[in-house]
């Protein structure tokens, strides 16, 4: 393509510049983790000693060892539960002639634009009636059923853009609908499933208001809603506190730099909904 | 269960697809209907239902009653309404939203597009890395994310830093301002969105025809015509996307807000999510029910309004 050089040098500038806008701040939180307990860190600054303590002493101060397996356990339920619920829901609405299918569908659509906040008010109340609070399960479910809306609908749109011939073939070979989804459907919608899967880990993990609505025991949360209470009391220790950040934000980096093509893929076709 | 497999179905992989294929979304093989696909849909439709579906049912009830959620509930009718309506700090927290909108939606969604055009005009070495950097706000816990930007924020933090080179730094606290608090966490808003519409522009970029800006440059066509005549009409439906999103979150926003400001100073941050949740906690679940109801009202409006933007893009 026949652009001017200067026009391409400008591309980098603004490219370049809009990285530095985004790594900037996070690495000054990570520059902050190593200065030394109870520093004043102004500014971005480099610490003339590296300090590990911070992480250390985070980690016991913010009971992140319970927090993490919290979360942990929250991802470990979520996940494969919302990915199969919405794989079986997604071929049902997607991939058969099921009854009342287009009205269904609407209504997991619904579910996509409710806001987390319109179901908080009964559920922090009933549940605790019900005594059902404070319970890693009950916050699984909870989260399971509100990324179910999103799930349903991609793996629909999957599920209907597969090849016409192969499923006619199968049902040559007298299949029913469940051999077809284990054996020809599922496998083609892999991509699709473990994009989503890793999605809903990203959801799971990062999720605030739900947690600390159904749960009560601050210990008993998980990692962010941790963070989230533990920034109030330790205001002023920039370091424990960017420490405590670095602890919860490591896991789903980690995930994101493994799985980077997964997420890409996912963010933009969640966006796309 | 190896047995059930049908035994055709990699050969049926390796069938010549040089058949006019059947339209996507297929209507299927068989005309007959499957009731059996229900039992597909039950397990999902029953956790959906249970719990969201039903508690959001039940908000809508619990709006219309005064109740601390251990005594007695009294009617309150539309009440609690009338008070969201009319009560400063009820209404303010729908005022501070709209006003995030801005910042959440059509900053980024502005930038985005100036530099996805900026970006598509040519091949970009690294692109990949680039990307990555990008997306990097998107998966943070937007917990992290407050946390992140008090620091930067504060009266020390890089902020103030980077005015100072320029000779700005007055030592505010952004976040801690009368003037600047909300601005502050729209900014934050815009850090964390503004890489997703960019990438989602780009991505609608790549899928405009060469040949339209191969034309319109022959005309003799600037950048900004370009940009008009080809860009904008081509990116269409992935700007109603972008503002689908981001109009969500601004709306709906409840973890950066709490962990920055949690709605000081006075109460010039508060929003929506923040108030409902405190309301909540405190014992006054009417209003909290109320606000959650106007707030899911506005989401689905918001929702309907920019959808349809997108749609009237896919028809071009």
Known sequence: MRTSRAEGAASYLVLIAMALGVLTPLLGLVLAAFHPPGAHVSGLSWPERFSWGNLATAWREGHFASLMGASLTVCLIVVPLT??????????????????????????????????????????????????????????LVEAAAFLPFGVYWMRRTFASLPAELVEQALLDGAGPWQRLRWIEWPLARPAVATLAV?????????????????????????????GFFVAPHSTDLPLLSAASLIVIGPIVAVYLIFQRQFVAGLLAGASR | MRADRPRSAAKAGLAPSGRSAKPVGRPGPGRRRQWSGLWFVLPALLLYGGLILYPAARTINLSLWRWDGVNQATWRGWANYVDVALDPILRGSILHAGLLIVFFSLIPVGLGLVWASLLTRRRIRGLAWFRLVFFLPQILPLVAVGVIWRWALAPQGLINQVLGWFGLDQGRAWLGEWDYALIAIGLIGAWVQSGLCMMLFMAGCGRIDRE??????????????????????????????????????????????????????????????????????????????????????????????????????EER
Do not use: C, K
């Not at chain 1, 071929?91 to 269904?104: A, F, H, I, Q, V």
């Not at chain 2, 950048?223 to 008009?228: A, C, D, G, Q, V």
């Open chain 1, 83 to 140: 990915v199969v619920l919405a794989s079986l829901a997604g071929y049902g609405l997607g991939g058969l002639r099921t009854p009342g299918r287009g009205g269904l569908g609407l209504v997991f659509l619904l579910g996509m634009t409710l806001p987390i906040e319109v179901v908080i008010v009964p559920l922090y109340r009933d549940l605790r009636d019900l005594h059902l609070t404070d319970s890693l399960i009950t916050l699984s």
């Open chain 1, 199 to 227: 999605l809903y880990f990203m959801w799971a993990w990062n999720q605030f208001l739900l947690v600390v609505t159904l749960i009560s025991d601050p210990n008993r949360r998980t990692a962010p809603a941790g963070l």
């Open chain 2, 212 to 313: 339209l800006y191969e034309a319109v440059r022959l005309d003799g066509a600037g950048p900004w015509r370009e940009f008009w005549a080809v860009t904008w009409p081509g990116l269409r439906s992935e700007v109603g996307l972008a503002l689908t999103v981001t109009v969500i979150a601004a709306l709906a926003s409840f973890d950066i807000v709490f962990v920055t400001t949690n709605g000081s100073p006075g109460h010039r941050t508060d929003v929506p999510g923040l108030l409902i949740y405190q309301r909540l906690v405190a014992g006054d679940l009417g209003h909290a029910a109320a606000l959650a109801v106007v707030l899911s009202g506005l989401v689905l409006l918001a929702a309907l309004a920019t959808s349809r933007l997108s749609r009237s893009g």
